[in-house]
Structures are given as C-alpha cells and as structure tokens.
C-alpha cells in the first residue's frame, strides 16, 4: 500500500518554490534579478482520475535489459501528464513562453514520495529522436500525440507550442524525511538543467568542484555559482580580462586588485605571461 499521509499540499509546494528560501528566491538574488521564476502548481494527479495518466505498474515501470534494473519510461509518462494538464485542468500551455519562441519555458513533474520512487531527480526530454538534416532535435506538441478522433483534439489543437525539456523532481528527499519536501538546493540544479543549460560538471576532468553550482546538488543551501558559470551559462556577468606584463620571481604570486579577490598562481616560469579569467566576489565564499 502507497502511504500518502505526509504528501505535501499543492499551496505548501507553492510557498516553497516561490518563497525566499526556494528556487524562485535562489535564482533572482544570484542573478541580480536578472532571471525571475514564477512557479505556478498545479493539483496533484491521481493516476485514476487522469484522462491521459495511467497506472504506475505496468505502464510506465518496465524491466530495462541494458541497465538490468527496473525503469520508468519517462517519456510517455510527461506525455501523459501533460494531456492531462490540458484536459483535466484547462491548463494553457502558451502562456509559458515568457521569450515568445513558442517553446514552453519549463515543465516539472513533481511525483509523490522519495527519490527513487518514480522517476528520479532530472533534467529528461520527452522527445529523444534528433532532426539530423535540420540538425536539431525533434520537438512535440501535444496535438502531435493524438489523432483527430481523440477527444481532447480540439483543445490540443489550440495549444500552438513545442516542448522537450523538463524536470522530474521528488517531492521528499528520502525516507529520513518523510514529509519534508526536497532541498532547495536539488530544485536550484535540476531547474539549472533546464533553464541554464549547463551538464553536470561533478565528473572527472570536468569537475569544477566547490566553486561551481552545476557541480553540486541536493544541499539544503543552494551553492552560489561562480562566476565562470555565471557568465558561461547565461551572461548574467560580462568576462573580466585581467593583463600583466609585470616581472614575478617564481613561486606563489597574488594578485589583488581593488580587495575584491585575489589568485594564487605557482610555479611561474616564464618572464612575461598573461592571465585571463573570470571571477567575483561570490567565488570566495
Ligand atoms: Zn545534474
């Protein structure tokens, strides 16, 4: 039996992902207010009172031979859930396109209980097939799925937008938890996923380590993103050039400039170099 006492409310979910201490908040004070999040939440779906949303087992969960695990097809499943937001909450998909390029701006699927039960913490696509001659990847509409006997066609047809990307996201962290919603700090790197489009750079040689966000996920507190993210992924900051043609001796050498940071450099063999990075105050936290 599924136990469902400690589900969180629609409005709890709401005041989280919109207050100062969740993602919303996280994204506008690192940003400077340059990027601005609204989370609008949605009912719970129950599987049973979905047009489109069907049993967990056996319509998503399937027996996957590669991995030699159990797996959930993530794709028919945000399918799914999105003819059901349309069909069974009127929801208009259009009105999520705040940069008019008739791609939805973001999608979370919120499931029920821990990490692990569904679908995992992500960043998936409903679409895996790429256009190579175009050389993009297919992307749908939710009039794509059905044909014109469905019932719900007519309102497909009037939702005249493409999607791909979206998160799936678990309302509870784990079984030492129960009823505590997730940490702000999953929410800020999966939605980084998906609006900021960075990979995951925790992986050798890749791994930007305590510097960087998108190297981290699951803390209560969110990482700040350093500044090479920040001006990688977004151009929230403009790249900074820092020239010297100055004579070091060689060994550790610090440069300062204007107490707002400083770089260790070592092991200087060479009579004139030139350093180019990128970095602000937030990196030294
Ligand atoms: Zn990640």
Known sequence: ??????????????????????????????????????????????????????????????????????????????????????????????????????VLEGLVVVYEGKSGMLAGSNMSWTNNTYN??????????????????????????????????????????????????????TWAHEIGHLLLGYRNYYYNPGDLGDYAFSAHSGDPNPFHPAALEKWLFVHWIEQKTIESSSAFQSGDVYVYSSNTFHVKISNISAPDYQVSFTLNKSTLY
């Open 132 to 185: 190579s001659k175009f050389r993009r990847p297919n992307l749908d509409n939710v009039a794509t799925l059905d044909d014109s006997t469905d019932p719900n066609f007519r309102a497909f047809k009037s939702q005249h937008i493409l999607f791909r990307r979206y998160n799936n996201i678990p309302e509870q962290w784990s079984e030492n938890y129960p009823g505590k919603l997730i940490h702000a700090g």
């Open 1 to 102: 039996m599924f136990i469902t006492a400690t589900k969180k409310s629609p409005e709890e979910l709401n005041a989280f992902l919109n207050g100062s201490r969740g993602p919303a908040g996280y994204f506008r004070d690192v940003s400077g207010s340059q990027l601005k999040i609204t989370f609008d939440v949605f009912p719970w779906m129950v599987s049973d009172n979905m047009t489109y949303l069907r049993d967990k087992e056996p319509n998503y969960y399937f027996f996957n031979t590669q991995l030699g695990d159990w797996s959930v097809d993530k794709v028919i499943h945000a399918k799914d859930v999105l003819r059901s937001a349309v069909a069974d909450f009127g929801v208009d998909l259009t009105s999520y396109d705040a940069d008019n390029n008739k």
